[in-house]
């Protein structure tokens, strides 16, 4: 309460009193007219990117953050930004280096050349969950492949219930390295568990016909999909492991059918 009183809408408000804002309230925080500020909004708040007002040319708009973006846009990324829900932090990673940047509040980030400023003001804590090496032991993956494998479907168990992730072009990749994880699981040589399944993204991206970056676009699009599909209750992370120049699928119950038929099973009775 500002010590000279409140007024909503020309009316000053009693002290300890809670009352409820709507779009197009008033507020002054003394009887002032030119401190007036105009509800424009009564969601709650949101972390968002806001123009960096010290350029010469500052955009006039604002970007409302919602888990997982690639800007400057969805079919030409240079750039993912997502938020961390295991260790409660926004990050970004730039999709030619692969260089993964953790964000606090008030970070300039710079997409089309043009660079926002990050300003966190959701409760973020409240999305912390189960951290991703926990929860790959809860989900489990049923991966389909068409005969000629042109199409890729693929259904996730997890702790939220099934979630049908459908039919899409980077689900091949998921198969793909979920492939990898499955022979060298089934190896005659045994092959330890942390070992299993690594790929480098140079090997990947010849095997799937792609370049590295493209490569790098299908799994944040994976990513972002299993983060949205689960209403943000599950950590991006939880689809790949990754580490300098090499991936993995994360999943550790799985299986793999092409045209109906049961072609790999991994952790599942």
Known sequence: ??????????VRLKSNQDTQLSVGDCI??????????????????????????????????????????????EGTPEIAMFF????CQWCVENLDTQQIKNLTDGDLVTIGGKHWRLSIT????SKATIPAKDIANQLEYE??????????????????GVIDLKERAHHYLTALLARYKANAY?????????????VSIKALA????????????????????????????????????????????????????????????????
Not at 36 to 51: S, T
Not at 122 to 125: D, L, Q, S, V
Not at 235 to 243: G, M, T, V, W
Request: proline content about 5%.
């Open 186 to 198: 089934h190896a005659r040589v045994p092959v330890d568990e942390l070992a299993q399944g690594w």
């Open 1 to 10: 309460m500002s010590k000279n009183g409140i007024w909503l809408n020309s």
């Open 28 to 73: 002054r925080f003394s009887n002032l007219a030119q401190l007036e500020f105009k509800v424009i909004c009564c969601a709650p708040p949101q972390d968002l990117l806001l123009p960096n007002v010290t350029e010469h040319d500052p955009i006039d708009t604002h970007i409302v953050l919602d888990g997982y973006h690639l800007f400057p846009t």
């Open 122 to 125: 959701a409760i973020n804590e």
């Open 206 to 269: 010849r095997d799937l016909g792609h370049s590295e970056n493209h490569v790098n676009i299908l799994v944040h699009r994976a990513r972002q999909q299993i983060y949205q599909a689960s209403g943000q209750m599950l950590p991006a992370s939880c689809l790949f492991e990754r580490k300098k120049g090499h991936i993995r699928f994360a999943g550790k119950h799985f299986t793999i059918l092409k045209a109906g038929i049961l072609e790999a099973q991994v952790g599942v009775d």
């Open 143 to 160: 991966i389909s492949l068409s005969q000629d494998e042109e199409q890729t479907n693929i259904i996730m168990s997890s702790p939220h």
């Open 84 to 87: 961390d829900i295991s260790n």
